[in-house]
């Protein structure tokens, strides 16, 4: 036992709580609404042949930005509710 810790107060940690919670590597809101935009392309227009690979595609765009910064689509969310305080 290192001199840092103290007896009594260890507790089994699981990575599931720190991580978010993400379908295929996206985040859960995020590929909830790509299938819904999928869904709606392929099956509602019945253009499955170019609504499944443009979902795909976007899905993979998703993964790569939350693979490169999982906080992508946090930021991305909080910079479109912000107000444009300068009138460029």
């Known amino acids: 036992m290192a001199q840092s810790e103290v007896e009594g107060f260890e507790i ?8 978010p919670v993400t379908i295929a590597g996206v985040p859960r ?18 253009v499955p042949l170019i609504g499944l690979p443009v979902g795909l595609a976007i899905h993979v765009a998703c993964y790569w930005l939350n693979k490169r910064d999982p906080y992508f689509f946090d ?14």
Do not use: C, K, W
């Open 12 to 19: 089994a940690f699981h990575s599931s709580l720190s991580e």
């Open 29 to 46: 809101m995020i590929a909830v609404l790509n299938g819904t935009l999928t869904a709606v392309l392929a099956l509602g227009l019945q």
């Open 75 to 88: 930021a991305l969310g909080r910079h479109i509710r912000q107000r444009p305080y300068l009138d460029a």
